[in-house]
């Protein structure tokens, strides 16, 4: 089992920065990759970003690349979400899940944190 918590969530105005964080326990944290996902009202669960266990390699989705980065810290068993020039668009609740292989598809993660509200005013 992989516990995830996610932080760093809350009210920002466009053009604003937040960075979120996921912190894992329980099995080894090295031996996953990670994702973020985020949820609007009224609408399916989107990737959008992802990396692999050796934070090498990272995945975007195009509504937010060049604008959010991902990141790891095995040592500190989190991952990273930086989201800067923020949108009212990225306004959702923001979820990290761990899984084998990195992927967009939410069905392949394995665990999820319970997520973090980020609003974005206008």
């Given amino acids: 089992q992989v516990q995830l918590v996610e932080s760093g969530g809350g009210l920002v105005q466009a053009g604003g920065s937040l960075r979120l964080s996921c912190a894992a ?3 080894t944290f090295s031996n996953y990759a990670m994702g973020w996902f985020r949820q609007a009202p009224g609408k399916e669960r989107e990737f959008v970003a992802g990396i692999n266990w050796t934070g ?8 937010v690349k060049g604008r959010f980065t991902i990141s790891r810290e095995i040592a500190k068993n989190t991952v990273y979400l930086q989201m800067n020039s923020l949108k009212p668009e990225d306004t959702a609740v ?6 084998s ?3 967009i598809r939410k069905g392949v993660y394995d665990y999820w944190g319970q997520g973090t509200q980020v ?3 206008s």
């Fill in 25 to 27: 326990s329980g099995r």
């Fill in 56 to 63: 090498g390699s990272t995945y975007y989705s195009d509504s």
């Fill in 94 to 99: 923001y979820y990290c899940a761990a899984t």
């Fill in 101 to 103: 292989v990195v992927s």
């Fill in 119 to 121: 609003t974005v005013s």
